[in-house]
């Protein structure tokens, strides 16, 4: 099992479309926003990527029902504090749907499905034009066979975006078309890694290994690797692992690599030393940092946010280690511009405004 930090939403479509040219521009007449559209961000699971002040998401009107997609997608943009305005959107009516930033723009990936489960299909890659008025297709269209039903993207805001879809991982830098990631030791490309400047670093974790079967179950570290984004035919390379076993297998994302958080013991990784460090840390032993789509965001200077299990009590960990319970409880967390967006929990649609802390 893969230690994960991304934004996936699976959900089925009709229509299959085939690749494309390497500079087509969509957005038309279908594609244009309604500005009459109530645009609603889903408070579970959210998708959506922010680029410098602004935040690009999927509205989640555009959904029928779980699992199946039955118009075009409607994606909306806001401003911290401001109402979600409408975007165009591209026109294929996609089963798969990722959003991530690179550089100075806002990636979209996504897959139109040939089957009912979206096992086979085709992958395209879209970038936002600066103007907002319509997005380019970048390269052809990917197709795939056999593909996990899954698309996800790695989160915080990078100069290129990390990918897994189910044609295979891949890296979209600001500008330029997709690169496929190559695979590592195991055979396949490893689905969410943590980016880390321009290291991806993947986390393998195994489990459970039971020793009592009255007792938990165990999980540890087999292995770790790292890719360098800026030359992915290099290869991904084997890392130093933990000796640590953990209780289960959900991590974080931090600004120089992965934690974990259990027992009120934090396992950190530094991957500019390729190092691990435990030490007790001022998080109760009862309290999990959960793992899931918009629920950790890094601020620009390196303060990690994060949301603990219970109801969404929002943790920071300062650039020295220290963690800190801050007075608010979220449903959602995104890095924004130099500062942290926070959601309150909604039973409606998600409002993001500034972090104080």
Request: proline share 8%.
């Amino acid at each position: 099992m893969t230690s994960r930090r991304a934004a996936f939403l699976v959900v089925v479509c009709w229509l299959v479309v085939a690749g494309g040219c390497s500079s087509q521009q969509v957005g038309t007449e279908s594609g244009q926003p309604d500005a009459d559209r109530e645009f609603v961000v889903g408070p579970t699971s959210p998708v959506l990527a922010a680029v410098g002040a602004d935040l690009i998401a999927l509205d989640t009107n555009s959904l029928s029902r779980p699992g199946h997609l039955d118009q075009p997608l409607a994606m909306g943009q806001t401003r911290p504090g401001g109402e979600w305005e409408p975007l165009p959107t591209p026109d294929e009516r996609f089963g798969l749907v990722a959003l991530a930033s690179a550089g100075q723009s806002v990636v979209l990936a996504g897959a139109s499905c040939k089957d009912e489960e979206c096992n086979r299909g085709i992958v395209e890659f879209y970038r936002l034009a600066e103007d907002r008025k319509s997005w380019d297709q970048l390269g052809d269209g990917i197709r795939y066979e056999t593909g996990l039903a899954e698309i996800g993207a790695g989160e915080g805001q990078h100069d290129s975006a990390y990918f897994s879809t189910p044609a295979g991982a891949f890296i979209v830098a600001d500008t330029g078309v997709p690169v496929e990631v190559p695979p590592d030791a195991s055979g396949v490309a490893p689905g969410y890694p943590c980016i880390v400047e321009s290291t991806a670093v993947s986390v393998e974790v195994s489990g459970p290994l039971v020793e009592n079967p009255a007792g938990p179950e165990d999980h540890v570290v087999t292995s770790v690797r790292a890719l360098d984004l800026n030359d992915p035919e290099s290869g991904w390379k084997e890392r130093s692992k933990p000796d640590v076993v953990l209780t289960n297998s959900s991590s974080v994302c931090g600004p120089n690599g992965q934690l974990f958080v259990q027992g009120g013991v934090e396992t950190a990784y530094d991957a500019s030393s390729d190092r691990w460090t435990s030490r007790p840390v001022a998080v109760p032993s009862e309290t999990m940092i959960i793992s899931l789509p918009a629920t950790s965001a890094i601020r620009a200077d390196g303060t990690l946010f994060v949301l603990g299990s219970g109801g969404g009590p929002v943790w920071s960990r300062s650039p020295d280690g220290d963690w800190v319970q801050q007075d608010a409880v979220a449903a959602a967390l995104i890095s924004s511009d130099k500062t942290v967006l926070v959601a309150p929990p909604s039973n409606t649609t998600l409002t993001f405004t500034p972090l104080e802390d």
